[in-house]
Each structure stands twice: as C-alpha cells, then as structure tokens.
C-alpha cells in the first residue's frame, strides 16, 4: 500500500534484489505481504482470479532467473521492511530454501523444521472464501475479456 501523498509504500522505500536490472526488469511487479499461515498464502495464491494468473505467467512474462517470491516467518511484533525481503529473496537465491528464505514446496516452520502445505486444509479455506456464483461468472467473463485483449496484443506484437 502507498501513502497517496508521498507514494512511499507502507513497507519502507522500495529495495529491490540485486539481481534486479531497472533496463531488463522494467514493469516487474513486487508486493510484499503478511500471513497467518503457510495453507493461507498457497490457498490464494493458486486458487481463485490470482491462481488464473498464476497458470498464465509463462505466456505473459519473461521467465525470471531468480526465485519469484521468499516466505520467511515472523514475529508477532515485527513489521518486515522491503530491505529484509530483498535480502531474503537474494539468500533464497544464493542458498536454496532454508529456515532464513524459503519457497512453498520447500517450507519450513516457525522452529525451523521442514513442513509439508496441508492440502486438506488448503481445500477447506478456499471452499470457505468462494465467491457467490454469480459473482464468479461476472469474474469469469471480466477475465476472458482481459485474456482477449492480451492475447490481441501479443498476437499483433510490439506497436
């Protein structure tokens, strides 16, 4: 989230990875979020309009040489910053999964141990947050429209 006055993001300043080039990477989107567990985070992200994204990303973006995302637990009381999460993602990167940075099929616990994503649970919370029907339709026909007007525009190539 950006502070609409100084559009600083509510994270800190904004510090990408140091195998980030501005000249390749231009457009690259970032985020950085909070979970309360490991089935959350795998639940939305490949489920629902974000999980659709997620099957598409080979057709939409440039395979990236280096870890997508880091997970990484945290303390109650402590407020991750873009900084720590560049730094994740590079150990990520450097290292392989481990307690420090690690990706969901490669977890750890917050006592370091290796876990596996429950998928009975992962079942269980997208069951729990499904949209309405007809509100699933009316995404469903907003999506199809925004692939066809992607699609248009690879198809046509570069303007």
């Not at 231009?26 to 489920?47: K, N, P």
């Amino acid at each position: 989230m950006r502070d609409p006055v100084t559009l600083e993001h509510s994270w800190g300043k904004m510090v990408r990875p140091r195998f980030f080039d501005p000249a390749s990477h231009d457009g690259t989107v970032a985020t950085l979020s909070l979970w309360r567990s490991i089935e959350s985070v795998y639940a939305f992200a490949y489920s629902g309009v974000h999980g659709e994204a997620l099957r598409h990303r080979l057709e939409w973006f440039v395979r990236p040489e280096w870890p997508s995302y880091a997970a990484w637990w945290v303390a109650d009381d402590h407020v991750p910053d873009w900084h720590e999460a560049s730094e994740r993602l590079e150990h990520l990167h450097d290292h392989g999964p481990s307690p420090q940075a690690f990706d969901l099929r490669h977890a750890f616990g917050p006592d370091a141990g290796s876990i596996e994503v429950r998928r009975d649970v992962v079942r269980d919370l997208v069951a729990r947050t499904a949209i309405a029907p007809q509100i699933d339709d009316e995404r469903r026909l907003e999506r199809d429209a925004i692939l066809a007007v992607m699609k248009a525009g690879i198809d046509q190539g570069p303007t």
